[in-house]
């Protein structure tokens, strides 16, 4: 099976611009700093409730829990939230969400009420990158690009495998891509 594409930064910015267009363009700009700045799965991101992401005071956690139902794998995720990641999050609470309970869904569907499918969000995905002219980009780009972009810095392959949620490291390893500029920078090195 052929992987997802992984996204360059400025790629990355391509996407951010073509859901910024959209009309729930909050929503949708979130939903990409979620999937490539924590590697969330589609189902994961459509799971997500309002207290996932904010504590009793109203502000954005720099970490959370996802629960056994939320995961692929049925089991309690612990998933950490950049700096960067809560303001974007924080900005989306202020605008969409402050008045709302705690178990809304953070991602709610405009159609039938409740909140967006797993199928769903790979769609507005893939429809995201395709607007942004991004061939080959999934609901899994964001994920491996995380995965690859923890790489390039260097960090353990035990440590990217815990963030993303592999019970095995072999299953990172394969998310990680390879192209020629890092294969240059590499033998810098030497």
Known sequence: MKQARTLTDKE???ALAAAAAHKLSARDVLILHLSFGCGLR???LAALNVSD???TSG???AEFVLKPKQTKGSQHARVFVS???QRHIQLYLDKSTKHRTCDYPLFPSQRRGGRLSANTMTQLLCRT???AGLTAATSHSGRR???TNLANR???IKVISTLARHSDVSVTSRYISVNDEQLRAAVEFL
């Open 129 to 131: 990158f395709a607007e």
């Open 53 to 55: 992401v904010r504590d």
């Open 145 to 147: 690009t995380f995965i």
């Open 59 to 61: 502000k954005a956690v």
């Open 12 to 14: 990355f910015k391509r």
């Open 83 to 85: 700096t960067a990641v």
């Open 154 to 156: 260097a960090i353990s």
């Open 42 to 44: 589609a189902c994961e």
